[in-house]
């Protein structure tokens, strides 16, 4: 069955501080794989990012076998991938100007087109919790409107946690399940938003492709774990949805520059082991699946200032949550890009298989191992 792909540009007044009260854009691309007949037989499937990678780059990457997105919609499903405000090919308020990354970035990173003490014009985080939700809830609107479904099923990687976390709690009616892949969970993180938005700070972030691929190899143990050419895949995908980002960085010898990935700045609240447990909507009328990389120390990370917003751990989301309905599962030989790694075929059957049944094994609660070969078993 051929696969139809729509990109829309769902328009929405924003409340990021930056941009309040302007009508937006938020980017999305659609995958639709359902099979002909009634609308009621549709089932609609919402992908989000994580904290500095578009969804284009995430889960459409069009290299080998990586494109999650297509997999599903070869499975029969409607999938919607969605870039939040600053990301990708969604608005970017407050990103174009150089002086608003990270003051505390090496100057030469940014040469051209600026170098020397830089001031930020805008002196201020980008996003924040609500924004994200508010951002969230129009493409779920607008995908229940558009396809006359009343429910959406959530997959989320990294820093989505944080949206559709919380979003599935105070929305359960247009939530069907949630499939978490390593996410960011801080069991002590902030319960309310600070006294004063927007906090104080620089709208947006930057990183390097040897950055990016030194970050990731801490993570590679196994000899299959990171094929050769992934870095240069990854890259030129995050380099294709930001074309100022490839006009900056140091000179090469062909006169080009090497490019940086901007990503957004932003401020979260609302997800932590009280949230997480509210109501009992998360493994009750919400059923969740957490799976996560045996050598992920991003999602699982306490870090030696012991600050608490950013110790994160994957076992104490799963532990958090107090429905019945809730999965943990643990892949071998695979680290927090989990998506771009050997694992992924088995990540997106893993996806298919939850979409289908919300089970795993046959179950619909436990820990679980994932070997390299995709095989399940119970945890020790």
Same mark, same amino acid.
């Given at each position: 069955m051929a696969i139809k792909t729509i990109d829309h540009l769902v328009p929405h007044k924003s409340t990021v501080p930056a941009s309040k009260g302007q009508q937006i854009e938020l980017f999305v691309r659609e995958h639709d794989g359902t %099979?002909?007949? @009634? &609308? $009621? =037989? /549709?089932?609609?499937?919402?992908?989000?990012?994580?904290?500095?990678?578009?969804?284009?780059?995430?889960?459409?990457?069009?290299?080998?076998?990586?494109?999650?997105?297509?997999?599903?919609?070869?499975?029969?499903?409607?999938?919607?991938?969605?870039?939040?405000?600053?990301?990708?090919?969604?608005?970017?308020?407050?990103?174009?100007?150089?002086?608003?990354?990270?003051?505390?970035?090496?100057?030469?990173?940014?040469?051209p087109p600026l170098s020397g003490q830089r001031t930020p014009s805008y002196p201020f985080q980008l996003n924040n919790s609500q924004s994200d939700w508010d951002e969230l809830d129009a493409?779920?609107?607008?995908?229940?409107?558009?396809?006359?479904?009343?429910?959406?099923?959530?997959?989320?990687?990294?820093?989505?946690?944080?949206?559709?976390?919380?979003?599935?709690?105070?929305?359960?009616?247009?939530?069907?399940?949630?499939?978490?892949?390593? %996410?960011?969970? @801080? &069991? $002590? =993180? /902030?319960?309310?938003?600070?006294?004063?938005?927007?906090?104080?700070g620089f709208p947006t972030h930057v990183f390097t492709k040897q950055g990016f691929a030194d970050g990731w190899k801490t993570q590679v143990h196994c000899a299959s774990q990171r094929a050769p050419d992934i870095v240069d895949a990854v890259w030129k995908a995050l380099m294709d949805v930001d074309p100022i980002g490839r006009s900056w960085g140091k000179i090469q010898p062909s006169g080009q520059p090497l490019g940086l990935s901007r990503f957004r700045n932003a401020l979260w609240w609302g997800w932590n082991t009280e949230a997480a447990a509210q109501d009992g909507v998360l493994g009750g009328s919400v059923p969740v699946l957490i799976a996560y990389g045996e050598y992920d120390t991003t999602a699982n990370a306490t870090p030696d200032s012991g600050d608490p917003l950013l110790t994160f751990s994957v076992p104490a989301l799963y532990d958090a949550i107090t429905g019945p309905h809730r999965l943990l599962v643990k892949m071998a030989c695979a680290g927090h890009?989990?998506?771009?790694?050997?694992?992924h075929k088995n990540l997106h059957n893993l996806s298919k298989h939850w979409l289908k049944h919300t089970k795993v094994d046959g179950k619909t609660q436990g820990l679980f191992d994932m070997a390299e070969d995709g095989t399940i078993s119970p945890m020790p």
């Open positions: %099979p002909p007949g @009634p &609308p $009621a =037989g /549709r089932k609609a499937v919402l992908m989000l990012h994580g904290r500095s990678v578009p969804v284009l780059a995430g889960f459409d990457l069009q290299h080998s076998t990586y494109g999650w997105g297509v997999t599903l919609a070869k499975a029969g499903y409607d999938v919607f991938m969605m870039d939040l405000q600053g990301s990708g090919k969604s608005t970017r308020p407050r990103m174009e100007d150089p002086c608003n990354v990270n003051p505390a970035l090496h100057t030469s990173l940014l040469i493409v779920v609107e607008y995908i229940r409107t558009e396809r006359n479904v009343p429910q959406v099923a959530f997959i989320g990687w990294s820093a989505a946690a944080f949206q559709m976390g919380p979003y599935a709690i105070d929305n359960p009616d247009k939530v069907a399940s949630l499939f978490l892949v390593a %996410p960011m969970f @801080p &069991p $002590a =993180g /902030r319960t309310s938003p600070p006294p004063t938005l927007p906090a104080p890009q989990v998506v771009w790694e050997g694992q």
